[in-house]
Structures are given as C-alpha cells and as structure tokens.
C-alpha cells in the first residue's frame, strides 16, 4: 500500500492540526502507511501548545495529487475547506464532528463523525476501541485540542464524551487542565501583543 | 425527545430490514426512543429470514414527515434510495458501507462508515463498543444479513470483519452457518417457483 496524506482544513486550528497527527500515530500503530501534514501554518495558540509539547508543526501541503493518491480528512469534510485539488485524490476516511455537505465519494470508505466538541474526542474514543495507548506528549495535544474546541469545556457544543476524554488525557499528559487550559487559550488571544500594539 | 424512525433503503434487502432492527433495538437500549420501519415488503429471502427466527417484519412506511421531525438511515445515506421526505426530517445518526453521495446535513450528527461487506457487520462492532449484549434472535436476524450481503462471506467485498462477524452471531444465534447460509440463499433464489413456473 502507499502512503497516504491525512490533513485538517484550511486555516487550521488545534484540532485541525492535531488531529492529523493523532489519527495518524494511530493509524500507522494499525498498520499503515501515513502522514499528517496540514493546509497552512500553525495560528499562535497552535504554536503555543505545539512548543508546550515539544511536539513539531507538521509539514504544509498545497497540492495532496501530487506525492499522493489516496488521503483521510480530519477535523472537516467539505472539499471547499479541503486541498485545492481534493478531486484529484480519493478520500479513504474521515474523522470529524461537522455537518456532512458536500462531500461525495466514489467508493465504500471509513467515516465516523459524532455530535461532539472535538475531533480529538472521537479519535480518543477510536484509540480505545482500538487498544492503542495514547502516548503522552499526543495526549497533551489531543487535551489542547478539545479544550480549545470547547473553550475549555465552556461551548454549547461540549457533551459527556468530551469531559471524559479531557479528564482522561490530561491524566495521561500530566498537567492540570485548568490551569494549562487558562494559560494556553490566552496564548490564542495574543494579550500581551495586542496590548503592545495598541 | 421525540421518537425517531430508523429504516434502510427503499426496494429493501435483507440487510436493510435487519440492520434496523438491530440499530433500532441498541439505540432503545441506549435511552432513544426508537422504531425500525422499513421502505418497502420484505423480498422473498427476507421473509425466509424473518419465519426462520420467528420475527416480525417492521412496518412499511411511505412518509417519514407525517410521524417524526428526526430519522437514522441504515445500509444507504443517497437522498434518491431514501424515504420520498427525506428532505423534510432531520437524519440524525447514519450506519452504511456504501459511498457517500447526495447526502447533506445541516447539523451535525452521528455518521458510521465502514468498508465492510454488511451494515450488520458494523452494528456487531457497536454492540461490543456500547457493551450490549445481542439478543439470540437478532443475532440470527444479523448473521443472515450478512450472508445476503456477502453470499455467504464469497463476495469480493467481504472483509476479516464480516467473517468475525458472522462466526461470532452464528454461535449466539445458535446455527451452523454455512447450511443455513445456503439454505436462506436458496429460499432467495426461488429455485422451486421458477421451476414450477417454467
Ligand atoms: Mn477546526
Ligand atoms: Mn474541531
Ligand atoms: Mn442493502
Ligand atoms: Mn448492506
């Protein structure tokens, strides 16, 4: 088998960003060939949780046809937040919690989208069913992630599954979720630059 | 909340009827209010299936907006396989092995693919993953499904999951797998009514 792309939407986010990589740590444990890359450069708190972590930004792709022909979306389905050339590429899986809207395939493949707050969520949910164990520097990412989908569990959008996987990964990760969660939304919102700035 | 329809593909097979079933009596058993209905009598195999473990086939509806304001769809997700309202309700929650095309959201929801022989296949890994226990006759109800979908694990479509599957229900069902598996396919051939007709 080839290898194979996996990538959030354009102008990711966390979860965008670090659901790629979860899903294809998870992947590769399971006997593929995959790699996370994404469709633009980390925003600031990405950056922030990616160097909390030490964890790498993965590489931006502008073109998936070009070094592949199958890929697996996270974190978004519609082939207008997808790669430019998305039509070029079959899509062999999805993970993700959005509507599903334009979004067509010729073949069967993998989907699994629930109603929650987080594609990390989901993709806890898939490393159990699939007896993997999360590693600790990714649990810290997959935490991030949802606590930055849901505000730190604040978003009308948070349910049941995402206060559990919050509690179970920052288990994993060894920090304190109130106090990182705190600390690493206000990274997003650039305090202290726009302060400077203004 | 509100009861919620669940139901297969019009002109259903035998994976259509059962997978409601199945998925209507997991979701109940998970707190929903469900009912599995069905597109369309059952064909001749089904009804074989249905008398074999002593099963009622689901009630045939026509219109899903006259009864409820949300819906799951099983074994099809395309607009044009669906009930002729389909447009008028809320799909909720999707299990299939078919490619996705034609079908949009507005919200999001619970999606389940998988590139496996057989819905049933998928609803087996549910039943496991929400640690419920699969009653005797569904189980039979399921095996054949998969038998149907798979012509008795032969088609080129078949996976280790629909073989697990099939192994794992036909011991909870309590049959040998393989003569009945010919004989339900014979019942859906009408091998005696053709010769008779001839
Ligand atoms: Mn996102
Ligand atoms: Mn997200
Ligand atoms: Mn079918
Ligand atoms: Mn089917």
Redesign the interface.
Known sequence: MSKQLIFGHQNPDTDAIVAAMAFSYLENKLGKETEAVALGEPNDETKFVLDHFNAKAPRVITSAAAEVSQVMLVDHNEAQQSVADIKDVQV?AVVD???????????????????VGCTSTILTKLYH?NDVVIPKQLAGLMLSAIISDTLLLKSP?TTDDDRQAVKELAKLAGVDENQYGLEMLRAGTNVDDKSASE
């Not at 599903?100 to 989208?113: D, K």
């Open positions: 062999v919690h959005h509507r599903i809207a334009n979004f067509e395939t010729a073949n069967p493949l993998f989907y699994r989208a629930e109603p069913e959008t």
